[in-house]
């Protein structure tokens, strides 16, 4: 069967550098798990790595017929473990019922939903390599006082170490990107719950950010209702400098305002 032809609408780039996908592959640190999901393989250049390892059983789930076809032509002992299915609207537990690593090269135009994903299953994923754009790989990985820092930033790394890995330069993919690739890996912490109110939790850090360049006090005055609270020294700062511990300290501030108000009236 002839190449898979790369389709924009699916942000397909092949990677065609085996020395970048047996370096990905081997990125992958997961020795607590046996099984590994690749999103998106195409052609399986990571794929042909992946099932050298004995340790690990690898599934792919892939949205692209074609690839799906050349797949199951080329890679005959995987044919019962190749998924085709749109990851993002995958039911992963009807899948795995242990926890899986995910490896891929993710499509540049649906990175971020893919990690928003991930945190949906946090306590079944331990690891995640990823190769995704540059820009996006060091968002991720940028801790607070970076200027890159961002919401999903806090969100990934409430539950995950991230640590940008390596650069991957255009020339190597089929159509070349118009920038440059960066590698992660997402190694699960010790976080089982966060140690606040998680959905207000998400409410606060998107709000902060969505104003990112106002202190918290200005972004947050909506919820900041008594003055011991307006006078507290957390709130000077703006989101870009507070690390998740001091996110869930302001939750859980905000949070007890609130069950104070209620005992009060």
Known sequence: ?????????????FLNDKNI????????RATNVKK???IGPGMGVLTQFLLENKAYETSVVEIDRESVDYLNSHFTEIKERIISADFLRLNLHNHFAEPFAIIGNF??????????KVLEYHNQIPEVVGMLQKEVAER???GPGSKTYGILSVF?????????????HEDVFTPPPKVKSGVIRLTRNKTEKLNCDEKLFKGIVKMAFNQRRKTMRNSL??????????????????????????????VRLIGQQSKNSDQSQ
């Open 221 to 250: 005055k909506t919820m900041i209702t008594t003055d011991e609270l307006k006078a507290n020294p957390i709130f000077d700062k703006r989101p870009e400098q507070l690390g998740v511990t001091e996110f869930e300290k302001i």
């Open 107 to 116: 499509p540049y135009n649906i990175s971020s939903q893919i990690f928003f």
């Open 156 to 168: 990934l790394q409430a539950y995950y170490d991230i640590e940008y890995l390596f650069t991957v």
């Open 36 to 38: 590994v999901l690749e």
């Open 1 to 13: 069967m002839a190449n898979v032809r790369a389709k924009k609408n699916l942000g397909q780039h």
């Open 21 to 28: 996908a047996k370096e990905i592959v081997e990125s992958l």
């Open 140 to 142: 991720l990985a940028a």
